[in-house]
């Protein structure tokens, strides 16, 4: 007010006075104000997003004739003293401040038609009293007839008029106009995933002449975010680093959020990015539950751990196989990812009796995007009852045999015979020896099974009547087979027996002899008679195979040296040969072999019928020599009728064996088999070095898969 009181005492200090004087000799003195009126800027900035200008401004006039108005102009730049425009000024009372007369009926008007927008016949500028009036108006620089599209430094002019004459026009410049968005910052890009949270890598920055801020709006949904929804993080141009990350936190698991960043200026002009939609990672799935057993199904029920039903597909791998659960529910090679949350309980089929199946679950989220496997959960199918249960008279003992029905190799069995008051015990074989037999007694035999989880079978197969030795009646028998394999004790027993593989009956001409001269010692055994020592031995082997012995232990020092006839008994005992067949008729044996020698001779001419030995160039068998290891593992996979392999040195651990000898593509066999697997660990396998017991009852457990 000092100002503009200054202003009005020093243009009443210039004012002219007039003196008239009338025809009536009176003097009348009349005073007049040539004084011309002013303004001045007081402020002049842009306010907002929408392009509007908030100018304050002074006007005086000494005259005080409340007439005074005022020319408002604009340009880019700093000089506003040509070419100009008229700006569009906001015609609205309530866009119009006086602080003289603030009441809506005395301010002036604006109207944007005349060349003075400010003040009009209506209501012009009042001054009066005190000379002076601070007026706020308002422009509209983003209208279409003015600077819609204005990003720089504008200069602003006003001019004064009190209806005779013009003031000095007053000019601000630096007004900085900023009417168009800023250029966005670059497209978020999805860096990470949790089941909380969404991390993003920043794009490049934005650009604008007076940036100001970037702020990321989030929002569950898959599209459609904007800047009415919930703000993560607002980062401030200084702080803004392309590259950097932004999280999003305290989300739900599996679930879509679609995210986008804004970049504002100064004038909180703002521009968006493409928004991004992505789903949090699935919760890893609990442990499955598997029960329900049968022998060929599991059910298996998922434990979805919170995970949404409609966006959440698991895939289910049995372990032990890596194979995977099927839209059929069997088990395949295809990691099937459509087992939504809904899959609940289902049984799993196809499986085999009395297996292990280790069942571990992971989940997809929306995006396909996998966790973990969960904890694992393990169940046995059940086993099969055993079928064609069997007993027969063996010498002094009854031997029970049955199928193990496609058992694993692991099922127990449970033999009970029809008084109660004898049983095998669970065990692991599929053929029992009663050996504490009762002379005429008639008795059934009942086998049951149970799986690893000890689950017996519901039904137990049962055999036919039997009796034991000594009561002068018949007994019934089923013919011992390879798969049962069944105990031959010796070659008198009257027990009959099949063989499952056909025997061939011609010796394939391109198999080697046993024997070669060069490779065996002439290391003869002396005294071998019937019933000897050797022959014995062969029955303890068969018997120590097939596990009929409790505790396993031989009836001789393993350390001895076994025969070559001794390991052909063996060898058929173990194949389940039927040595009473007609269809073995020994007529021609070799030179050192004739059909009324030693124990041996049938043994011996049934073996080179079956075809799994062929004798020496001259003949001759020596059937008390001692075996090498080369004839032992020649024999034992003659008598499996493997296909031979190849000889590759490359993968044969043993330096001892080239290419090109009668045994070579022998032991490469038995070594792919896994015979050889005892000897590892040692450069030389020792061809000619003589089996002793023990490694010989390990070769002929190879013999049918016999494990």
Excluded at 538 to 548: C, I, R
Aim: with cysteine; glycine share 8%.
């Amino acid at each position: 007010m000092e100002k503009h009181l200054m202003k009005r005492i020093f243009s009443l200090l210039v004012a002219s006075v007039l003196v008239v004087v009338n025809g009536g000799g009176m003097f009348e003195r009349q005073v007049a104000y040539a004084a011309a009126p002013t303004v001045t800027i007081d402020s002049a900035e842009q306010d907002d997003n929408e392009g509007t200008v908030i100018i304050e401004a002074t006007f005086s006039d000494v005259d005080a004739d409340d007439t005074l108005k005022g020319k408002v102009e604009y340009k880019l730049g700093a000089d506003c003293s040509s070419g100009t425009s008229d700006p569009t000024l906001y015609t609205e009372t309530e866009n119009i401040g006086s602080t003289l007369f603030p009441v809506p009926h005395m301010k002036p008007v604006i109207d944007n038609t005349p060349e003075y927008q400010i003040g009009t016949a209506a209501a012009w500028i009042k001054t009066s009293p005190g000379g002076a009036n601070t007026l706020t108006f308002k422009w509209n620089s983003a209208h279409l007839d003015d600077v819609p599209t204005a990003d720089g430094e504008y200069c602003i002019k006003i001019t004064p008029h009190d209806g005779t004459s013009a003031g000095t026009a007053a000019t601000e410049t630096g007004i900085v106009l900023d009417n168009v968005d800023p250029v966005s910052a670059g497209d978020l890009v999805l860096a990470s995933i949790d089941t909380g949270s969404l991390t993003f890598t920043l794009g490049t920055a934005g650009t604008d002449t007076t940036m100001k801020r970037y702020r990321v709006y989030y929002k569950e949904a898959g599209f459609g975010v904007s800047e009415m929804d919930t703000m993560s993080e607002q980062i401030v141009t200084a702080a803004y680093v392309e590259g950097n990350t932004t999280t999003i936190e305290s989300l739900d698991a599996n679930t879509r959020y679609v995210a986008n960043i804004w970049t504002y200026d100064e004038m909180d002009n703002s521009s968006s990015a493409t928004e991004i939609a992505r789903y949090t990672a699935a919760n890893v799935p609990g442990a499955s539950t598997v029960n329900g057993a049968t022998t060929t199904t599991l059910d298996v029920t998922l434990d979805a751990n919170s995970n949404p039903a409609d966006d959440t597909d698991f895939v289910v791998q049995e372990t032990g196989t890596s194979l995977y659960v099927q839209e059929d529910l069997t088990l395949g090679a295809t990691a099937l990812e459509d087992i939504e949350a809904v899959w609940g309980t289902s049984t799993v089929t196809g499986l085999t009796p009395n297996t292990q199946y280790t069942f571990q679950v992971k989940a997809l989220n929306g995006n396909g995007t996998a966790t973990a496997y969960g904890t694992t959960a393990a169940a046995y199918t059940l086993a099969n009852a055993p079928t064609g249960v069997s007993a027969a008279v063996s010498g002094a003992n009854v031997v029970v045999t049955w199928g193990a029905n496609s058992n694993s190799a692991a099922t127990e069995y449970y033999v009970e015979r029809s008084d109660g008051s004898l049983n095998s015990g669970w065990i692991a074989t599929t053929s029992w020896t009663n050996t504490s037999g009762q002379g005429g007694a008639n008795y059934t035999y009942t086998v049951k099974a149970r799986n690893a989880d000890s689950i017996e079978t519901a039904t137990a197969a049962s055999s036919t009547g039997v009796v034991y030795p000594g009561g002068g009646v018949g007994f019934n028998s089923r013919p011992a087979s390879r798969s049962s394999r069944s105990t031959q004790s010796t070659q008198e027993s009257s027990q009959e027996s099949v063989v499952e593989d056909e025997v061939e009956e011609e010796v394939e001409e391109e198999v080697e002899v046993v024997l070669e001269e060069e490779v065996v010692e002439d290391d003869f055994v002396e005294g071998d008679e019937p019933g000897g020592s050797q022959e014995k031995l062969a029955d303890s082997v068969v018997t120590y195979v097939q596990q009929l012995v409790p505790g396993g232990d031989f009836d001789y020092d393993e350390e001895l040296y076994i025969t070559r006839a001794a390991a052909v008994k063996t060898i058929l005992l173990l194949l389940g040969v039927d040595l009473s067949s007609d269809e073995y008729t020994v007529d021609e044996l070799f030179e050192d072999v004739s059909s009324d020698d030693y124990w041996y001779s049938y043994y011996v001419g049934i073996a080179r019928i079956v075809g799994f030995v062929h004798g020496n160039l001259d003949n001759t068998f020596r059937p008390g020599v001692y075996v090498n290891r080369v004839e032992a593992i020649k024999m034992v996979v003659a008598a499996n009728k493997w296909e031979l392999v190849s000889f590759d040195s490359s993968d044969f651990p043993f330096t001892d064996v080239g290419e090109g000898e009668w045994y070579s593509s022998y032991l490469q066999t038995a070594y792919l088999m896994g015979m050889l697997d005892s000897y590892l660990g040692v450069d030389v396998f020792g061809i000619s070095e003589k089996v002793t017991v023990g490694e010989f009852a390990e070769m002929v457990e190879f013999i049918e898969d016999f494990e």
